[in-house]
């Protein structure tokens, strides 16, 4: 399968800082990317769709001033999280879709990014 | 709207026996597909097998297979053998094929496999 990769790993900064994580398609042009939260011992809850050039599509109840999403290129989507708080410390995760990837697996995953507020 | 259940929280097996996960779906669409991940401690999503609604057998993969029963929208994961390694959090998901076809997942299941 493709591979996806996010940058950073972890992150731990203060309160009131902005973070931004990188979700990058090494060997594929993702047109779509997701972005997706976790936290501790819940499901993945998806944040928000972003498309190459356009700009993203966010779930209700996700505060697109909150959480900048910008997928400048086909190969890079970042998430920026805008005067973080405690309350936004979780794992965020990305998938990109490749849409010339013809089997049903086309959605993949990145390791995750694991965010700590302080 | 979309919706996954998985009403297993978590589940302890003994190695080498086999282990059903449950998962229920919804959904008012013909055309949809099922997935399922397996989430180690790592925090990494592996993919482990994919049912389209229209595929008429079980999808296998290894000593994965889906008890896939339409009418009952039940999705069921079988791991056959299982191993200390699949203890892991495991994820049921669906997407619709339409729109931005986007993966709505259940809540998991925690599944530990006992020595």
């Known amino acids: 399968g493709a591979v996806v990769s996010q940058h950073p790993s972890w992150v731990i900064c203060k309160s009131g800082t902005s973070v931004k994580i990188e979700c990058r398609s090494l060997d594929f042009q993702a047109t779509t990317m997701f972005w997706y939260r976790q936290f501790p011992k819940q499901s993945l809850m998806l944040m928000a769709t972003s498309n190459e050039g356009s700009k993203a599509t966010y779930e209700q109840g996700v505060e697109k001033d909150k959480f900048l999403i910008n997928h400048a290129s086909l190969t890079l989507s970042t998430l920026t999280v805008t005067s973080a708080h405690p309350e936004d410390s979780s794992f965020y995760i990305c998938?990109?879709?490749?849409?010339?990837?013809?089997?049903?697996?086309?959605?993949?995953f990145g390791p995750g990014t694991r965010l700590t507020v302080l | 709207a979309q919706k996954i259940t998985q009403t297993q929280p978590g589940m302890f097996v003994q190695e080498k026996e086999a282990v059903t996960l449950d998962c229920t779906y919804d959904?008012?669409?013909?055309?949809?597909?099922l997935f399922w991940y397996k989430q180690p401690s790592s925090g990494e999503m592996i993919f482990l097998i994919y049912?389209?609604?229209?595929?008429?057998q079980n999808a296998t993969e290894g000593r994965y297979s889906l008890n896939f029963q339409k009418a009952r929208k039940s999705a069921n994961l079988v791991i056959s053998a299982s191993q200390l390694g699949d203890s892991a959090m495991y994820f049921c998901?669906?997407?619709?094929?339409?729109?931005?076809?986007?993966?709505?997942f259940g809540q998991g299941t925690r599944l530990t496999i006992n020595p």
């Open positions: 998938s990109a879709r490749d849409f010339s990837f013809r089997s049903y697996n086309e959605q993949f």
């Open positions: 049912q389209g609604s229209y595929d008429q």
């Open positions: 998901a669906m997407r619709v094929n339409q729109g931005a076809q986007k993966l709505v």
């Open positions: 959904t008012s669409d013909p055309s949809y597909g």
